[in-house]
């Protein structure tokens, strides 16, 4: 009797990146719109604000980006990411005063920008050429 590896299933960086994406976007929609129903939204990114769906738009627009193999994709997508951490960590938490931060704020907060980062790792990864296999 022979017993034999179980066979591993593979996900692609692309597929990676766009799932954290998708995730930590759709996080972030979830907040904004939890925000305006508890009456704790900034009064600069609120569900009735277009710039706020704008925003939107170009996150998901850049989360459908995140798969494709061309090289100005890639660089689309990274830029796209370190200019989003960069908002994350120098804007985001001046915009919200501490009413506003419920556990769930945190928990947003906390959780979107560690998927930012996982991703703008896996982008990078994926920039280098750089697969990750376990």
Not at 84 to 112: A, K
């Amino acid at each position: 009797m022979t017993l034999t590896a179980p066979a591993r299933r593979q996900a692609t960086g692309s597929r990676q990146i766009f799932l954290v994406l998708a995730s930590a976007f759709t996080l972030s929609v979830t907040h904004t719109v939890y925000a305006w129903a508890s009456g704790l939204e900034s009064p600069d990114f609120t569900v009735r604000s277009p710039l706020t769906w704008l925003f939107y738009g170009v996150a998901f627009a850049m989360t459908a980006l995140s798969p494709d193999a061309r090289r100005w994709a890639r660089w689309t997508v990274q830029i796209f990411l370190a200019v989003m951490l960069l908002i994350s960590v120098f804007v985001y938490p001046q915009t919200f005063e501490p009413h506003q931060q419920t556990v769930f704020g945190w928990f947003e907060n906390d959780v979107y920008v560690g998927l930012l980062i996982l991703a703008a790792y896996l982008s990078t990864l994926r920039l280098r050429q750089v697969d990750v296999v376990n």
